[in-house]
């Protein structure tokens, strides 16, 4: 007999939760609780796509900088470019295509930087060895709506 005491308190716990209240799951929780975590961050990185020169990617870029100082790159159509570092300091020169028509460089800027064009944004690259699709949310340049 104790036994089946036993195991009848929880059946008769779960029927008391459900009597007084919604038993339908709620929709929000559920996608909550199926969705891959990351699966968001992963959404938001652009891709690099075979050919960079076929998205647009003239425009500004912004990135938090040191100590949350927001930096800037603007690419121009000219080849050239305009970074603005945290300190407010604009570097300015030349931007030349890779032959992989993914990354360029941009002559005169601190150690001749490296970005891996991506539609809607840049991953500015350790240098040009490093490669390209192993991006950390860090290393994102976002382009500035309307730019």
């Keep these: 007999m104790r036994k089946f005491v036993l195991a009848l308190v929880p059946a008769l716990a779960l029927v008391a939760a459900c009597k007084g209240g919604n038993t ?20 938001a990185m652009p891709t690099v796509p075979a050919d960079a020169r076929s998205v647009v990617f003239v425009g500004t870029y912004s990135h938090a900088g040191a100590n949350g100082n927001p930096e800037t790159l603007e690419l121009k159509l000219d080849d050239t470019y305009a970074w603005t570092d945290a300190a407010g300091k604009t570097i300015t020169g030349k931007y030349a295509w890779y032959s992989d028509h993914r990354r360029i460089l941009l002559t005169g800027a601190a150690n001749n930087a490296v970005f891996a064009v991506a539609d809607g944004g840049l991953y500015k690259m350790a240098g040009k060895d490093a490669p390209i699709g192993t991006f950390t949310a860090d290393q994102l340049w976002t382009r500035n709506p309307g730019a």
């Design 24 to 43: 339908a799951p709620d929709a929000a929780a559920s996608e909550a609780a199926t969705a891959t975590p990351g699966a968001t961050v992963a959404a």
